[in-house]
């Protein structure tokens, strides 16, 4: 998943937290991990976490003077 200005590592690091394995594989990029068999319902699960995890991985620097 490209990001569009937001770092692929505190992605990452949201989406663990968020309980979802995700690998930052370059600065701007995060690569989504499931296992082999993967229900509909665990990928909707993910899907609806993402805009969440996004804004986790976004907060940190924004609004800090």
């Known amino acids: 998943i ?3 200005g937001i770092p692929g590592a505190a992605a990452m690091a949201a989406a663990r937290e968020a309980g979802f394995i995700v690998n930052a ?3 701007t990029a995060i690569r989504l991990a499931p ?3 993967i229900s509909e319902g665990e ?3 993910f ?3 993402l805009p969440a ?3 986790a991985a976004r907060a940190p620097g924004e609004g800090t003077p």
Do not use: G, H, M, Q
Request: glycine share 0%.
């Open 2 to 4: 490209e990001l569009d």
């Open 25 to 27: 594989v370059t600065p």
């Open 35 to 37: 296992p082999l068999v």
């Open 43 to 45: 990928l909707r699960r």
């Open 47 to 49: 899907l609806d976490a």
């Open 53 to 55: 995890i996004l804004e």
